[in-house]
């Protein structure tokens, strides 16, 4: 890794006073009165620096783990997006993907099922497993990935057909169901594991697109359960959504973790906090800190971990 430069303008899409944000003005922080240290300065005086080289602080690795990510860099074109990230996640676990606009989450998480093979310019280095199986393997055919490694996206998005055709459309293009039966099962099955069940059981044959939002992301995720995915990739998957169907997600969450390993990408911190075993922080396309969800937001490892956990940019 090289130097990540402290003065470096860290959010584009903000207004210019957020653009002088920079790491330096800590010392804007009003004096607490310790001797002319602020409460920051000294909270921080133990944190792996900005300026200092390293590879990611914290507990990117992990025993047995059931994807493994060596040096993988991302560029679109000429520009680089990812830069050398090592990471393991585990089986069962939910890892949370925080870090201001633009530092890379959702182009990461994309290389996690080849779904960055659709982006014309996009280039991949470095090399992701699943279970051993390297993904990025010339002769691997990515529909049966993406089963396996199933994506949730931000903004709901049904097919425009009936909810029952939405959950079995997977099923049936993967060969998993063709008796009538089986098909029923699966759409009852998925409905129910995405905690959807109750409210569509009714109308299962009117359209998915009908649903309140809340209910097409749960829709979405049903149609992600169908095909019997081991990893589910969310991102963003409740930026659209109001604060009761978020709950319901998130309480969703917590049960899938049970049979399935998730990664979300989010930018509320309280959901990470809320749904995740480890949050990785990214900034400026860099894997800075993986730790344990508590330790990161309580005790970060980093320097630009703990400034964006405390708001002071991103
Ligand atoms: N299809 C694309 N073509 C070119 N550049 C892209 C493309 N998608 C993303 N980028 C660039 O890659 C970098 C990382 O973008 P990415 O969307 O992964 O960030 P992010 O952390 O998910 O941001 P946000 O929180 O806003 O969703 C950005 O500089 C972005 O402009
Ligand atoms: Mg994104």
Redesign the pocket.
């Known amino acids: 890794m090289s130097d990540i430069p402290v003065s470096t303008p860290i959010n584009p899409?903000l207004g210019d006073n957020m653009q002088q944000a920079t790491l330096d003005d800590r010392n804007n922080i009003p004096n607490a009165g310790h001797g002319g240290h602020t409460v920051i300065e000294e909270a921080t005086q133990d944190k792996v620096k900005a300026t200092e080289k390293n590879k990611t602080v914290g507990k990117p690795l992990c025993d047995n783990p059931k994807i493994e990510v060596r040096d993988v860099s991302v560029f679109?074109?000429e520009?680089q997006?990812?830069f050398g990230v090592d990471l393991d996640i585990a089986k069962n676990e939910v890892i949370a993907m925080i870090?201001?606009?633009?530092?890379?989450?959702?182009?990461?998480l994309r290389c996690l099922n080849r779904m960055n093979d659709t982006?014309d310019?996009?280039r991949v280095e470095g090399s992701i497993t699943l279970e051993g199986q390297d993904i990025y393997a010339p002769k691997l055919d990515v529909v049966p990935l993406r089963a396996k490694v199933g994506m949730v996206f931000q903004k709901p998005n049904p097919f425009p057909k009936s909810i029952y055709e939405n959950v079995i459309y997977g099923p049936k293009i993967h060969g998993l169901a063709s008796r009538r039966s089986e098909m029923d099962e699966i759409v009852e099955t998925s409905l129910r594991k995405a905690g959807l069940w109750e409210e569509v059981k009714d109308r299962l044959h009117q359209p998915g697109t009908g649903l309140s939002g809340g209910q097409q992301q749960r829709l979405c995720i049903a149609r992600t359960i169908a095909v019997s995915p081991e990893v589910i990739l969310m991102?963003?998957p409740c930026s659209a959504l109001d604060p009761i169907a978020t709950a319901k997600i998130e309480e969703l969450i917590a049960e899938l973790s049970q049979n399935y390993t998730i990664a979300i990408?989010t930018?509320s911190m309280q959901q990470a906090a809320r749904v995740s075993n480890r949050t990785a922080y990214?900034h400026l396309?860099k894997l800075i800190e993986v730790n344990d969800t508590q330790l990161v937001f309580t005790n970060p490892d980093h320097e630009l971990t703990e400034a964006y956990i405390t708001g002071r940019f991103g």
Do not use: I, L, R
């Not at 870090?99 to 990461?108: A, I, M, Q, Y």
């Open positions: 899409m679109y074109g520009k997006a990812v870090g201001p606009s633009g530092c890379g989450k959702s182009t990461f982006v310019t996009c991102d963003e990408v930018h990214f396309g």
